[in-house]
């Protein structure tokens, strides 16, 4: 552990807000200014991220930890640690936010007001990943919805507001209960111990009936389930993806689902081994319906970015079944997986933002033969698409695999389930690939094919996809001590 | 000896990416050097390396793809005899096909990303063939795939094409998830998924149920890629690519990586009887519904992959009897004649004028008489002409089988002839419908490029001598491929009467093939394909009943789904929510309605209320 009065997380957490600021300042006059200091802070954090990444041991505990005195008078404290999960989501934070920033450079509504609140959400998002006491974390949780909800209520498509407000209710409801959860900790442990705290490592020795400690459970996971989001709790993404701008759903899919899974392997579980325990089956259940459920759906859609959302609705849920299988490897291939997914996914967006600048049309029934007319472009989207689809050699494969040998050797009926599940991808992300590139040509108004910036954009994302894909040990490596460190805290089955 | 070994693999995976990543800024002829001279290459370097496959083999691991927990997957090569003969073929007959390819594909305009789907297409047929562990096999297996699903619909602005591709991915997918299947248990029971480790300890498990499960799921996994029944339906449709792709892919070494991947586990999938028996009669009965569904095509190409379908069920059968030398060299051979045919069919076609159907063919001999005697070639191969490469690895598939000597295995030999006679006729069908009679069709020929016939000469000869690979010792042969895989137990020891009459029948069912052909097909007369010749035209209708059976619940499902759930339970549910709190929201407003006498009223009546509330307390107390 670094124990340093020059705090290198409070300075990663608090940058890009700083930026945000920068952006509101000088926006207002040259509205090119605001995108370049967006895209500067976000390679700022990126390069910090990647440094810790260098620096950083592989010894399970925390690699830093900031812990200063915030509100006494409530025992709320100001504390950030950072291990290997943490370090892995946030650089994947911050190297989808440069992608983020970039997707979005010609926006020309509002640009400092949006690249801002772009920034904020970065700053909500790492801040969700490395607070450690639960007041601060709730309310990064909380921030992060409302950089969220103007991205997506001003920046949006048509039924921008409806699904902006979907959203917002949605996850809303989930964070109260949350809230809720946390506070009654507190009591109770204040009760018990008589040190008013809310810090994490604390509140994990607090004594539990076994109906409190499901009780608690269970709000937590409402917050979380709805983040991931988890079936049946899943109606506010489509629409969040389909209306929100392409940076919101670059963001949607790269950041803000996999807060919720990091809730879960972060504070549910630890604080409530029992319950977690006991609830396992039930969010296994959930997460093979939703695999298959979501599949379906997708299945059925028109719009290409409904059915991209559907895709992740469908991953996520391979995602909930290997931490439901809670040992080491499926827990690993879980946080792989979402590490991949969160590339791929970004992809698909980035691409799809590209085609519908293009053919002014995401419906499947309009597009079709791209191939002819941008076959760069094309390329890129079918590269994301078989990795998208499970094809081994690209980043979701990797994942997928671990995540089903390790639920295999827990529970084999749920592994042979979900390896339909992987046929299922195959049907809807072809039918997709099917209406899109290939057939007659749509004739697309702008016929230009791809451009330095995107270019920019899509060849290091497709170099992550083949990466990961062909080698994700590093990533593997990060998490090995911190997964065990985590079952070991989050009770044995 | 590992950098030949490393450069067999990747050599045509540098190919691919080049061309696929700086293909189309690359002056016109470069790509196609790179493609073809990479796969040239990729074949020297088997050629140099074979040597270190003798006997034990090879091993080289290069770094380790996935490790978590107790799992490891390496990418390591394993170099046997069984992958070294796999290997030269998959190169040899690659490289053949991209010199046919360059001249095939001269003139169309989208060349590069046939290349480099062409050559990633062979990285991953090679690391099926040299992988040492189930995952990185299903890399291969995968990759292949989706090489094969990119090609079929390769000229994609014809929607059918495209559909033809994803109908070959999904299919043969849905095998696919049984090896995966497979794959989670062998690691579950092994702790590895190393083939050797797996082929070593399989005796573990000899005599349970398990055995027989995982043999029956690789059976199954097997089934999708080489277009066995159920999962077949694909394999006609994928005439939609190409030629070279349909040679290379649909013929030659895709199809048969069903048949690789059973070889390579057969110490594991020998153990079981029943999933022999099972193999066996997959076998048998794909080589004899493809023949017959061969009879009534129309499509030159069709003909051919119903052919290619009935050929590798002759594969599975040799499996299933126990004799991985037979598969093997049916294998090898087919694959020689199977590519020449495919080939010379895409010499056909152009020389008809880009004409698929051969009831507008006819007289083609005068077009080409080089094309007349390399097709000939390849189908007195197919047809199992005695002495050629076909007659001598089917013979020694049939002659296994009834060796065995009890009823099952005599039925298997009976149908296994009985489908030798309809290959005989169906070839000779062929035959005389291509090059019997004066032209029917009206197209004037688009002579081949040169490069589309010399690379024939080759397969031609290799066609017509392979069967001196494995020479029975009744011809004074020595067995060799049997040798080299160290598989003595394959050689038969049958009595001289006993061989002399296998061999007659053979010799017999050809002949009368031949001649039933010669006496239907000699003169063309033309039929509407109805009743049974419908029937067997449409491939027994298997797609439609599999579209009723499987696709419309499918799609079902997905309407039920999105429609019924998503937009009606879930959004209802939601709607109906939101509708409830405006609603109250509504109600409570009107309490709010700027009257003053209707507040005076409330905050009287809320006075009266918190009075009575205190009186009552004090009264009960």
Redesign the interface.
């Given at each position: 552990m670094l124990a340093t009065d020059f705090s290198i997380l409070s300075l990663l957490l608090w940058l890009p807000v700083a930026g945000a600021l920068v952006c509101l300042v000088t926006g207002s006059r040259a509205p090119s200014v605001p995108r370049w200091i967006a895209l500067v802070t976000a390679v700022l954090v990126l390069v910090g991220a990647l440094l810790l990444m260098l620096v950083h041991d592989r010894s399970g505990g925390w690699m830093l930890l900031e812990d200063r005195t915030w509100i006494e008078a409530f025992g709320i404290r100001y504390t950030l640690g950072l291990d290997g999960i943490s370090l892995l989501l946030i650089v994947l934070t911050a190297f989808m936010q440069v992608m983020a920033v970039l997707v979005s450079w010609r926006q020309d509504k509002a640009p400092q007001v949006f690249f801002a609140l772009l920034l904020v959400l970065e700053t909500a998002v790492i801040g969700v990943l490395l607070a450690l006491d639960l007041i601060l974390f709730y309310l990064f949780w909380e921030l992060m919805l409302i950089p969220m909800f103007f991205l997506i209520g001003i920046w949006g498509y048509e039924r921008r507001f409806y699904a902006a407000v979907k959203f917002f209710l949605f996850t809303l409801v989930g964070s109260l209960c949350l809230l809720l959860a946390v506070i009654g900790l507190y009591l109770l442990h204040g009760a018990q111990t008589g040190v008013y705290t809310f810090a994490l490592e604390a509140l994990k020795q607090t004594e539990l009936s076994a109906g409190q400690e499901l009780l608690f459970f269970l709000c937590f996971m409402a917050a979380f389930a709805v983040k991931v989001p988890l079936f049946p709790f899943h109606s506010w993404l489509p629409d969040a993806h389909a209306e929100g701008p392409p940076a919101g759903s670059v963001d949607l899919a790269g950041l803000l689902l996999k807060t919720g899974v990091y809730g879960m392997i972060r504070f549910a579980f630890p604080l409530f081994p029992a319950a977690a325990q006991k609830f396992l089956p039930v969010l296994a259940v959930l997460a093979l319906v939703g695999l298959f459920y979501a599949a379906w759906v997708a299945f059925s859609q028109l719009d290409i970015k409904r059915i991209v959302a559907y895709s992740s609705i469908s991953h996520l849920g391979f995602v909930i079944l290997g931490l439901a299988a809670w040992n080491q490897i499926a827990v690993e291939g879980s946080l792989l997986l979402m590490v991949n997914h969160a590339i791929t996914t970004g992809g698909m967006f980035a691409a799809i933002a590209m085609i519908q600048l293009r053919t002014g049309t995401r419906d499947l029934n309009q597009l079709g033969g791209l191939w002819k007319s941008q076959p760069n472009l094309a390329a890129f989207f079918l590269l994301f698409s078989m990795a998208s689809l499970g094809l081994p050699g690209l980043a979701n494969f990797a994942g997928e695999i671990l995540i089903l040998i390790g639920v295999f050797s827990v529970k084999p009926l749920w592994a042979l389930f979900a390896v339909g599940g992987i046929l299922m991808s195959a049907v809807y992300t072809l039918r997709m690939v099917q209406g899109t590139l290939w057939g007659a040509s749509c004739e697309p108004f702008d016929r230009r094919d791809l451009d330095a910036r995107e270019w920019g954009i899509l060849i290091p994302l497709a170099l992550l996809v083949v990466l990961l894909g062909c080698y994700p040990q590093p990533l593997l490596d990060v998490l090995r001590e911190p997964v065990s460190a985590l079952l070991l805290t989050g009770g044995q089955p | 000896m590992a950098t030949l070994l490393v450069l067999i693999l990747l050599l045509p995976l540098a190919g691919g990416v080049v061309n696929?990543c700086f293909g189309?800024r690359l002056p016109r002829p470069v790509p196609v050097f790179i493609a073809t001279g990479s796969v040239i290459g990729s074949f020297l370097a088997c050629v140099g390396s074979v040597t270190a496959a003798a006997g034990d083999g090879y091993r080289l691991t290069l770094?380790?793809?996935?490790?978590?927990?107790?799992?490891t997957a390496d990418v390591g090569l394993l170099f046997d005899p069984l992958a070294a003969v796999m290997a030269l073929m998959v190169t040899g007959v690659a490289s053949l096909i991209h010199l046919y390819a360059a001249g095939y594909m001269e003139e169309d305009p989208d060349q590069t990303?046939f290349f480099a789907l062409l050559n990633l297409f062979v990285f991953a047929m090679l690391t099926i063939v040299l992988a040492d562990n189930l995952?990185l096999l299903?890399?291969g297996w995968?990759?292949v795939g989706?090489c094969s699903?990119g090609l079929i619909?390769f000229w994609?602005?014809k929607?059918e094409?495209?559909?033809a591709g994803?109908k070959a991915?999904?299919v043969t997918?849905?095998g696919?998830?049984f090896f995966?299947?497979a794959l989670?248990?062998l690691?579950?029971l092994f702790g590895t998924i190393g083939i050797e480790v797996i082929n070593g300890r399989a005796g573990e498990l000899a005599g349970t149920t398990t055995v027989t499960l995982l043999a029956l799921l690789l059976l199954l996994g097997a089934c999708g890629k080489s277009a066995q029944l159920p999962l077949m339906t694909w394999l006609p449709d994928a005439m939609a690519g190409p030629t070279p792709v349909s040679a290379l892919i649909h013929a030659a070494t895709m199809v048969t990586a069903g048949v690789y991947l059973l070889c390579r586990l057969f110490p594991l999938v020998s153990l079981s009887p029943l999933a022999m028996a099972a193999i066996a009669l997959v076998g048998v009965a794909t080589a004899l519904y493809a023949a017959t569904c061969a009879l009534a095509q129309h499509e030159i190409k069709r003909v051919l992959a119903y052919s290619t379908m009935s050929q590798v069920g002759y594969m599975f059968l040799a499996v299933g009897l126990g004799s991985v030398s037979a598969a093997m060299f049916h294998l090898i051979t087919h694959a020689f004649f199977k590519a020449l045919l495919f080939m010379t069919a895409g010499c056909l076609i152009n020389l008809a004028g880009h004409e698929n159907d051969i009831r507008r063919m006819g007289g083609m001999r005068q077009r080409s008489q080089a094309v007349f005697w390399l097709f000939s070639a390849g189908l007195v191969c197919l047809a199992g002409a005695p002495l050629t490469s076909g007659f001598f690895s089917k013979d020694l598939i049939l002659a296994t089988a009834f060796a065995k000597g009890d009823l099952f295995h005599q039925g298997l030999y009976g149908l296994g002839v009985l489908t030798a006679a309809l290959t005989s006729f169906y070839c000779f069908r062929l035959a005389y419908l291509v090059f019997g009679g004066d032209f029917r069709g009206e197209e004037l020929p688009h002579a081949p490029h040169a490069l589309m016939l010399w690379p024939l000469l080759p397969l031609a000869v290799l066609g017509l001598g392979a069967g001196l690979l494995n020479l029975p010792h009744l011809l004074g042969g020595h067995s060799w491929l049997s040798g080299w895989l160290a598989r003595e137990e394959d050689i038969l020891h049958l009595s001289l009467d006993t061989e002399y009459l296998l061999v007659a029948t053979a010799v017999g069912v050809f002949v009368l093939g031949w001649l039933a052909a010669h006496l239907r097909y000699r003169r063309f007369r033309e039929h509407e394909p109805r009743g049974l010749r419908q029937f067997l035209l449409q491939g027994w209708n298997f797609d439609a009943l599999f579209a009723r059976v499987l696709v419309r619940p499918?799609?079902a499902?997905?309407?039920?789904?999105?429609?019924g759930?998503?937009t009606g339970v879930?959004?209802g549910l939601?709607a109906g929510c939101a509708a409830t709190c405006v609603s109250w929201g509504q109600r409570l407003r009107t309490l709010a309605d700027g009257r003053v006498n209707h507040y005076l009223y409330g905050l009287l009546w809320g006075m009266l209320l918190i009075v009575g509330w205190f009186l009552l307390r004090a009264v009960v107390s």
């Open positions: - | 696929a189309n770094f380790t793809w996935l490790q978590s927990g107790n799992f990303r995952l299903f890399l995968e990759g989706f699903y619909g994609y602005s929607k094409n495209a559909d994803r991915f999904i997918r849905i696919d998830l995966a299947a989670l248990w690691f579950a499918f799609r499902a997905g309407r039920f789904c999105s429609h759930i998503e879930i959004e939601l």
